[in-house]
């Protein structure tokens, strides 16, 4: 990682040292080699210092410390190593790793990458945008993802980040054209992105510019099957009049910021256990905040009636009236179940594509057995219907989860083992009627239908290219070659 200016200050320090020994009253008795020696020393033990300022410039960028930490820093490591001549000489502020890192170290790994990317045959391009709360612009940052021979594996790197104050598809366009100016666009094979209509209109205009200018046309997967997953979970369980999201967050802000609250609770508490932070961007995640919430909802509706009684202070916010009007709901327990069941089923698909290896080719086949394993869990929709799904990923993607003709009856609805489990006992107490547990079952079905209805509208497995990948699975290979070879 020797930089041509690197040099360059080595040179400058031979030459000022022999200066010094040239104006000096050097004793001539002293050997030449000796002196020629001591500039080489003091030479090699320079570039040593700057080694040891770009390994601690390195140091700092991978563990997020802060330009400012660097103030002073050499006066440190001269007192902790003082018989080290490369720590009395270590000198770094918050300018000059700034400078480091910005015009030396990052140019350097970005060369790197693009020496690497112009030796390849194809690659793809992988992009997201966000607010950046620091320059108050979006950014957009751009990955690629290619086939590294010398690693033999595939690899994805980052490339670069742009920014923007509008982000129109136009916008989007030039800012993805400026990124990727330095590569050849006749070699993208892909292009990876969250599915918002604006990022849909930029993708089609980038492929007429490519068909025009190159002649060739980029492989359409589909957008992110996470954001669709999550979207799709989300508009299940906002179908239903539950207010799920609302209970939970409220729960949380209730305790949140609040000494007082929260050491009344604790008093009157079984279990020192707190709410947990509900997510609104990762729906998914939340199923240990729901259950966190039927652990301690016993003692949530023994805190909300103190406080109507007047044993506690009366609190007039906001989030303690939905908590209250959620206290009153005796299926509330059993719909957080329900809704901590559904996330959980998911959340292993989730945890698997959250990742950087090549996974297209299993795609198809696991999300396919994701929406049986929901509508066999959960007996939403008939058995014939399920056979039929079961037999094809086509008929899979053309279901009408909307028609209530292929819906299994009330009664045969499934809301997972805890779930059943507690609705038998409020039952059994008779704390619940028998139409407060039809309409719970039918609002059940509503969440998991819509749910999937949702996820196939935009699932990539809608792509032919995306369920034929799976020929290239080696377990379906071993079964199937015939069947592979032609897909």
């Given at each position: 990682?020797?930089?041509a200016?690197?040099?360059?200050g080595?040179?400058?320090?031979a030459?000022?040292?022999?200066?010094?020994?040239?104006?000096?009253n050097?004793?001539?008795?002293?050997?030449k080699?000796?002196?020629?020696?001591s500039?080489?020393?003091?030479?090699?033990?320079?570039q040593?210092?700057?080694?040891?300022?770009?390994?601690?410039?390195?140091k700092?960028?991978?563990?997020h410390?802060?330009?400012?930490?660097?103030?002073n820093v050499?006066?440190?490591?001269?007192?902790m190593?003082?018989?080290?001549?490369?720590?009395r000489?270590?000198?770094?502020?918050?300018?000059?790793?700034?400078?480091?890192?910005?015009?030396?170290?990052?140019?350097?790994?970005?060369?790197?990458?693009?020496?690497?990317?112009?030796?390849l045959?194809?690659?793809?391009?992988?992009?997201?945008?966000?607010?950046?709360?620091?320059?108050?612009?979006k950014?957009?940052?751009?990955?690629?993802?290619?086939?590294?021979?010398?690693?033999?594996?595939?690899?994805?790197?980052?490339?670069?980040?742009t920014?923007?104050?509008?982000?129109?598809?136009?916008?989007?366009?030039?800012?993805f054209?400026?990124?990727?100016a330095?590569?050849?666009?006749?070699?993208?094979?892909?292009?990876s992105m969250?599915?918002?209509?604006?990022?849909?209109?930029?993708?089609?205009?980038?492929q007429?510019d490519?068909?025009?200018?190159?002649?060739?046309?980029?492989?359409?997967?589909?957008?992110?099957?996470?954001?669709?997953?999550?979207?799709?979970?989300?508009?299940?369980?906002?179908?239903?009049?539950?207010?799920?999201?609302?209970?939970?967050?409220?729960?949380?802000?209730?305790?949140?910021?609040?000494?007082?609250?929260?050491?009344?609770?604790?008093?009157?508490?079984?279990?020192?256990?707190?709410p947990?932070?509900?997510?609104?961007?990762?729906?998914?995640?939340?199923?240990?905040?729901?259950?966190?919430?039927?652990e301690?909802?016993?003692?949530?509706?023994?805190?909300?009636?103190?406080?109507?009684n007047?044993?506690?202070?009366?609190?007039?916010?906001?989030s303690?009236?939905?908590?209250?009007?959620?206290?009153?709901?005796?299926?509330?327990?059993?719909?957080?179940?329900?809704?901590?069941?559904v996330?959980?089923?998911?959340?292993?698909?989730?945890?698997?594509?959250?990742?950087?290896?090549?996974?297209?080719?299993?795609?198809?086949?696991?999300?396919?057995?994701l929406?049986i394993q929901?509508?066999?869990?959960?007996?939403?929709?008939?058995?014939?219907?399920?056979?039929?799904i079961?037999?094809?990923?086509?008929f899979?993607?053309?279901?009408?989860?909307?028609?209530?003709?292929?819906?299994?009856?009330?009664?045969?609805?499934?809301?997972?083992?805890?779930?059943?489990?507690?609705?038998?006992?409020?039952?059994t107490?008779?704390?619940i009627?028998?139409?407060?547990?039809?309409?719970?079952?039918?609002?059940?079905?509503?969440?998991?239908?819509?749910?999937l209805?949702?996820?196939?509208?935009?699932?990539?497995?809608?792509?032919?290219?995306?369920r034929?990948a799976?020929?290239?699975?080696?377990?379906?290979?071993?079964?199937?070659?015939?069947?592979?070879?032609?897909?």
């Amino acid at each position: 990682m020797k930089h041509a200016s690197f040099k360059k200050g080595k040179d400058k320090v031979a030459v000022c040292v022999t200066d010094f020994f040239r104006k000096s009253n050097v004793p001539s008795s002293i050997p030449k080699s000796t002196i020629q020696n001591s500039i080489k020393d003091l030479a090699a033990a320079t570039q040593d210092v700057l080694d040891a300022e770009i390994l601690w410039s390195l140091k700092l960028i991978k563990s997020h410390f802060s330009y400012k930490s660097c103030n002073n820093v050499g006066n440190l490591f001269s007192k902790m190593f003082h018989d080290s001549i490369i720590a009395r000489q270590f000198s770094m502020s918050e300018r000059k790793a700034a400078y480091l890192c910005h015009f030396g170290i990052a140019p350097h790994f970005q060369n790197q990458v693009y020496e690497e990317l112009r030796q390849l045959t194809h690659f793809t391009a992988l992009f997201d945008e966000t607010l950046n709360k620091t320059n108050q612009q979006k950014q957009m940052d751009l990955h690629v993802r290619y086939w590294s021979k010398v690693d033999n594996r595939v690899k994805t790197r980052y490339l670069t980040s742009t920014f923007m104050g509008h982000s129109t598809a136009t916008d989007i366009l030039d800012a993805f054209k400026i990124a990727l100016a330095k590569l050849d666009l006749k070699k993208l094979v892909q292009i990876s992105m969250d599915g918002p209509s604006v990022n849909w209109s930029f993708y089609e205009h980038f492929q007429e510019d490519l068909k025009k200018e190159h002649e060739v046309k980029c492989i359409n997967i589909g957008s992110c099957e996470l954001h669709i997953l999550n979207n799709a979970f989300r508009k299940g369980a906002s179908c239903t009049e539950w207010d799920i999201s609302s209970v939970l967050v409220a729960l949380y802000y209730l305790f949140k910021d609040s000494p007082a609250r929260r050491e009344d609770f604790k008093e009157y508490s079984k279990s020192e256990r707190m709410p947990m932070k509900f997510v609104n961007h990762r729906w998914l995640e939340n199923a240990p905040v729901s259950l966190r919430a039927v652990e301690i909802w016993e003692d949530i509706k023994t805190y909300v009636k103190l406080i109507k009684n007047g044993k506690l202070p009366k609190v007039t916010c906001k989030s303690f009236k939905i908590v209250e009007e959620a206290t009153k709901d005796a299926l509330i327990q059993v719909k957080l179940l329900f809704f901590a069941c559904v996330s959980e089923i998911i959340k292993s698909f989730l945890e698997k594509y959250q990742s950087d290896e090549p996974l297209v080719p299993f795609f198809a086949t696991d999300i396919h057995r994701l929406a049986i394993q929901c509508l066999q869990h959960f007996k939403v929709i008939t058995d014939e219907a399920i056979l039929k799904i079961q037999s094809s990923m086509k008929f899979l993607c053309d279901f009408d989860f909307s028609d209530q003709t292929f819906h299994s009856p009330a009664s045969n609805i499934s809301l997972g083992f805890r779930g059943d489990k507690f609705l038998n006992e409020l039952y059994t107490k008779k704390e619940i009627s028998d139409r407060e547990v039809m309409d719970l079952k039918k609002e059940s079905q509503l969440f998991i239908t819509r749910m999937l209805h949702s996820l196939m509208a935009k699932c990539p497995i809608n792509y032919s290219v995306v369920r034929n990948a799976k020929c290239i699975d080696p377990r379906y290979m071993s079964q199937n070659r015939n069947m592979s070879l032609k897909k």
